[in-house]
């Protein structure tokens, strides 16, 4: 079992930023992937990113569509996986889960979500 819990969502104008933060309930190092993910309001939930910590590298993917705006990151520590959010843009409004796949067989963990509204 994972638990996660969001928080950092907010409002802010085109331009500017916003860092998530994804607390995780377990040692972030026994968990395979966490991801970013999003749902804006008629659309399908969507993948933003994803950190698949081995060791001390991290692998990362992005969307296209925040690639060189966002980044995902680990706090070993603190047990959290952020997501720095810069230049953000009217369309990137919407609700962003984080989500856990512990053993590599898909994200079957999910936190509540914390809402992002980009206004322009």
């Known amino acids: 079992q994972v638990q996660l819990v969001e928080s950092g969502g907010g409002f802010v104008q085109a331009g500017g930023s916003l860092r998530l933060s994804c607390e995780v309930s377990?040692?972030?190092?026994?968990?395979?992937?966490v991801g970013w993910f999003r749902q804006a309001p008629g659309k399908q939930r969507e993948l933003v990113a994803r950190?698949?910590?081995?060791?001390?590298?991290?692998?990362?993917n992005y969307a296209d569509f925040v690639r060189g705006r966002f980044t995902i990151s680990r706090d070993n520590a603190k047990n959290t996986v952020y997501l720095q959010m810069n230049s953000l843009k009217a369309e990137d409004t919407a609700v962003y889960y984080c989500?856990?796949?512990?053993?590599?067989?898909?994200?079957?963990?999910w936190g509540q979500g914390t809402q992002v509204t980009v206004s322009s």
């Open positions: 989500a856990a796949d512990s053993v590599g067989s898909g994200f079957l963990y």
């Open positions: 377990r040692s972030i190092d026994t968990i395979d992937t």
């Open positions: 950190i698949r910590p081995r060791g001390t590298i991290n692998l990362v």
